[in-house]
């Protein structure tokens, strides 16, 4: 039973270019959430997404940032002319349903160094 | 938004008992807590709702005080694989999850 598997786990991208960041729930999960963490610093939330729904985008930056989870296929973060400041660890999460009770299970995380 | 933990680091010998504290200025629907050990994704440890407190490990354990709104960890005997950076994370109305400041547990031999 495969957890939430992310890809790629380490992308270098110098600044301008894009970054496209994958992620696959644990089987059985509709729900993904995105988040990010500086170095020494905690987990921020980014969005929450149901399949081909963003349920909740308010921690996102409100441009260059996208999300999307399509009927088939992985969750993606997109990050559009990165900068210096995007390099972090994006770890996602997935959850059975949502409410009170329900865990978030992490993936493995992307590392993204901006050069 | 943030819950608050406290302390910020903490530094144990082997055996030795401690506790971390999630405080938040909101209400609280859940309180979870995760470990994360360094370039690693956390690991889910318990969850506690509203009303109630579960245990997830033997020797770790945690409480929910609703109208304290504050949530606390408790390591008994720590062992060496207990170190890492702990993380509260609250659910509030809506969909947000907010993830506490984290607290740095080191264990020494």
């Known amino acids: 039973n495969a957890g939430v598997m992310q890809n790629p786990r380490h992308l270098v991208r110098r600044r301008g270019q894009e970054a496209r960041l994958r992620c696959s729930p644990m089987?059985?999960?509709?729900?993904v959430y995105w988040y990010r963490q500086l170095p020494e610093e905690g987990l921020k939330f980014m969005v929450y997404?149901?399949?081909?729904?963003?349920?909740?985008e308010s921690g996102m930056p409100k441009e260059r940032f996208s999300a999307e989870f399509p009927k088939e296929g992985p969750s993606i973060l997109r990050i559009q002319q990165v900068v210096r400041g995007d390099s972090a660890a994006y770890f996602c999460?997935?959850?059975?349903?949502?409410?009170?009770?329900?865990?978030?299970?992490f993936g493995p995380g992307t590392r993204l160094l901006v050069l | 938004q943030q819950p608050v933990q406290s302390p910020q680091a903490v530094i144990l010998r082997e055996g030795e008992d401690a506790v971390i504290n999630c405080s938040s200025s909101?209400?609280?629907?859940?309180v979870h807590w995760y470990r994360q050990k360094h370039g690693e994704a956390p690991v889910f440890l318990m969850i506690l709702l509203k009303g109630g407190e579960q245990k997830g490990h033997e020797k770790i354990s945690a409480s929910f005080n609703e109208k304290k709104q504050q949530s606390s960890l408790y390591l008994t005997a720590s062992q060496l694989s207990y170190s890492g950076t702990y993380f509260c994370g609250t659910e509030k109305s809506g969909n947000q999850f907010y993830f506490g400041t984290g607290t740095s547990l080191t264990v020494i031999p």
């Open positions: 909101k209400a609280l629907y859940s």
């Open positions: 089987k059985g999960h509709s729900h």
């Open positions: 997404l149901q399949k081909e729904n963003i349920i909740d």
């Open positions: 999460a997935s959850s059975r349903g949502q409410g009170a009770g329900e865990t978030q299970y």
